[in-house]
């Protein structure tokens, strides 16, 4: 069973536009990791944000995090073409062993 | 190429046959992972290593996969006796350190015909 599940399952944005999506979890984690794979690609690691920080920067990603409420936002600030792929959360457990645990995913379209 | 490299980038082969996937992590890392994604869904955690040794296991599905690292560096995914389930993508990743963000090789595309 998969820890993260995000939401929206699809996103499609002009570029230029803003893209949130959201991950809601079911543990108490260590800390939380955003994902991104094109297609047929492997996933490429965004940022990664401490149970004990509550928002990060990178660039034109912004994260959120409310451990209160055990979900997570992905920002994506004046999107452009190349932003289009799959974003995927992915939960990291102590008690489990720090392995990642991703959710399903939103996949992100942006129309030039 | 400083990246994680997997091999075969495909791979065809009936039901029943046996297969092994290879992964060739960044050089340096300790900690090396593998995943299965099936088509539109999130990957799934297989096994974990950290050095020679299997440190987790848990995601394996049965007996009929197992998975090796000997020297600490390249590992290997075995499937026996594989079934037309199996079909997915699976997913290499290495990382410094455990608990560290993961660097992803490309996959392997497994069909089970």
């Not at chain 1, 260590?30 to 940022?47: A, D, K, T």
């Not at chain 1, 920080?53 to 920002?75: C, I, P, Q, Y």
């Not at chain 2, 994680?4 to 960044?26: A, F, H, W």
Request: proline share 4%.
């Amino acid at each position: 069973s998969q820890q993260g599940e995000e939401d929206p399952q699809a996103l499609s944005i002009q570029e230029g536009e803003n893209a949130t999506m959201n991950c809601s979890y079911k543990t108490s984690i260590n800390n939380l990791q955003w994902y991104r794979q094109n297609s047929g690609r492997g996933l490429v690691h965004l940022i990664l944000i401490r149970s004990n920080e509550r928002e990060k920067h990178s660039g034109r990603l912004r994260v959120t995090l409310d451990t209160s409420k055990k979900s997570s936002s992905l920002l994506i600030t004046a999107s452009r073409a190349a932003d289009t792929a799959s974003y995927f959360c992915a939960t990291v457990v102590k008690a489990a062993g720090n392995k990642l645990t991703f959710g399903g995913g939103t996949r992100v379209l942006v129309k030039p | 190429g400083a990246g994680v490299s997997q091999t075969p980038s495909n791979k065809v082969t009936e039901k029943g046959k046996y297969v092994e996937l290879r992964c060739d992590p960044i050089s340096g890392h300790t900690a090396l992972y593998w995943y299965r994604q099936s088509l539109g869904q999130g990957p799934e955690f297989l096994i974990y290593f950290q050095g020679t040794g299997a440190a987790d296991d848990s995601g394996l599905p049965n007996d009929r996969f197992f998975a090796v690292r000997p020297e600490g560096s390249v590992s290997t995914l075995k499937i026996q006796r594989t079934e037309r389930g199996d079909s997915a993508v699976y997913l290499c990743a290495s990382s410094l350190k455990r608990g560290e963000p993961q660097h992803f090789g490309d996959g392997t595309r497994l069909s089970i015909l």
